[in-house]
Nanobody, 129 residues
Framework: QVQLEESGGGSAQSGGSLRLSCSTS????????LGWFRQAPGKEREGVAA???????RYADSVKGRFTISQDNAKNTLYLEMHSLKPEDTAMYYC???????????????????????WGQGTQVTVSS
């Protein structure tokens, strides 16, 4: 069982920055994927970024160059640094964990939501123009 809890959401102006955090607890296997997803009202949940247990990162094209995913294993925390925010980034953001079956490679965002095993409750990000 893995528990995830997001924090750091809020409001920002277009062009601004926010950093999301996701604290993780529970059993983490040696092979895993950790991902950030978002869901805007009336839209499907989409992958934003993912990182695997080896440190390889993947991003959706819509956020490449603007968002950075990272993990601090000592703190059991996953981060999402978001810069040059746009109104279309407005959504509920979720972190998620994929451990079983052991992933060979993390799904490439914006897809992959269906394979993740555990999810946080989400944190709202609102970007105004």
């Amino acid at each position: 069982q893995v528990q995830l809890e997001e924090s750091g959401g809020g409001s920002a102006q277009s062009g601004g920055s926010l950093r999301l955090s996701c604290s993780t607890s529970g059993v983490m296997y040696s092979q895993y994927c950790l991902g950030w997803f978002r869901q805007a009202p009336g839209k499907e949940r989409e992958g934003v970024a993912a990182v695997d247990s080896g440190g390889t990162t993947r991003y959706a094209d819509s956020v490449k160059g603007r968002f950075t995913i990272s993990q601090d294993n000592a703190k059991n925390t996953l981060y999402l640094e978001m810069h040059s925010l746009k109104p279309e980034d407005t959504a509920m953001y979720y972190c998620a964990s994929f451990q079983y079956p052991p992933p060979i490679v993390c799904p490439s965002p914006p897809g992959g939501a269906s394979v993740y095993n555990y999810w946080g409750q989400g944190t709202q990000v609102t970007v105004s123009s």
